[in-house]
């Protein structure tokens, strides 16, 4: 991002308490026009907090935010009208159908008949629900409920979009659709700063991303400048049954006394993870693990990504966000 572009977002000292909780404290950031831009965190890291602050449904206790150049603290709701808004649970109506939804939806931002109309069915066949059109929203499976919500926050044709969690609870197949109409979205010009706790969703669509943990904001950069470090970094997992609970630091002291120039971690029970800043040599490894009494059944190279980032900056394992998938009821 250079200098030179259009701020669509700006967010300086932002805070917010809850009671006992500091829910954010002091963050900042900037959204450039027509970016694609990633706030990464666990739940309760403040990223809903932040899209209801940014969207006008919650007030912070202190801080700046401008939208579109507006000042959004002295004028509440003077960039709404350039705001779609998707939030993680969807607040449309199960009774009516997806077309009506969409029509409602349309009214309430004051677009005539014909407009409302010809909108909702470009909507309807932009994500493919053009099938269900008249069916009850209720009636719709998960990913179609999603599709029909991110389509209600575009009816308007908003030239920023705030997604919340959008692949959250929703079957693979659906997930990656969504990913696929979201990088559409981005190349038509949308701006658009989506939460997500899934860290292969963030590298694959976001061009900038946020780490936020806490309420707090530790990191903003290039998803390119944050891969860097780890450019020529060789990952190699094993995954074993049996052997001693020690199972890692033996195999690690061993290894030193060849002096291989290796890095171990557990990243859960049953796995061994080795890094290096060179190829690693697959044999020696499992012959050291069997040496201890455990049988290795899988030997794979992982290419560097964001994750290994993630975990170095925040301190956070993967395996914590990989259970709030599960809990939030993600399949991926």
């Known amino acids: 991002m250079t200098g030179q ?3 669509a977002l700006d967010v300086q000292g932002l805070s917010k308490r809850f009671e006992d909780v500091q829910a954010l404290e002091k963050i900042d950031f900037q959204v450039f026009s027509g970016e694609l831009f990633g706030f990464l965190g666990p739940n309760g890291a403040g990223k809903t907090t932040t899209i209801n602050i940014l969207t006008g449904l ?5 801080g700046s935010i401008h939208i579109g150049g507006v000042d959004c603290i002295a004028k509440p709701r003077g960039a709404q009208h350039l705001l779609g808004v998707v939030p993680d649970e969807s607040n449309l109506y199960a009774e009516l159908s997806g077309f009506e939804n969409l029509c409602f939806c349309a ?4 677009m005539e008949k014909k407009e409302r109309v010809a909108r909702a069915r470009e909507l309807l066949d932009f994500f493919g629900l053009t099938p269900a059109a008249n069916r009850k929203f209720g009636s719709y499976s998960k990913g179609m409920k999603r599709k029909l919500t991110i389509a209600a926050g575009i009816i308007h044709k908003p030239p ?11 079957d693979v197949a659906s997930a990656r659709q969504l990913r696929q109409l979201i990088a559409k979205l981005h190349e038509e010009g949308t701006t658009i700063f989506l939460t997500t706790h899934y860290i292969e969703e963030a590298e694959r669509l976001c061009q900038r991303i946020a780490f936020i943990v806490e ?14 470090p780890i450019q020529n970094n ?13 199972l890692k630091e033996l195999v690690a002291e061993e290894s030193r006394k060849e002096e291989r120039d290796l890095a171990f971690s557990a990243p859960r029970e049953g796995f061994l993870r080795v890094e290096a800043p060179h190829p690693i040599r697959v044999g020696p490894l499992v012959r050291l693990l069997e040496d201890q009494g455990a049988e290795v059944y899988e030997a794979r190279k992982i290419r560097p990504s964001l994750e290994n980032i993630f975990v170095q900056i925040t ?5 914590i966000m ?7 009821g993600g399949k991926e």
């Open 215 to 228: 309420g707090r904001i530790v990191r903003v950069d290039r998803v390119e400048d944050l891969l860097q």
């Open 160 to 170: 920023i979009l705030f997604l919340d969690e959008p692949t959250t609870g929703i």
């Open 234 to 246: 060789h990952v190699l997992q094993l995954a074993y049954e049996g052997g001693p609970q020690n």
């Open 5 to 7: 572009q259009t701020l």
């Open 322 to 328: 990989n259970k709030e998938k599960e809990r939030k």
């Open 107 to 110: 009214t309430l931002y004051g």
């Open 58 to 62: 919650a007030r912070p206790d202190s």
């Open 315 to 319: 301190g956070i394992e993967t395996g």
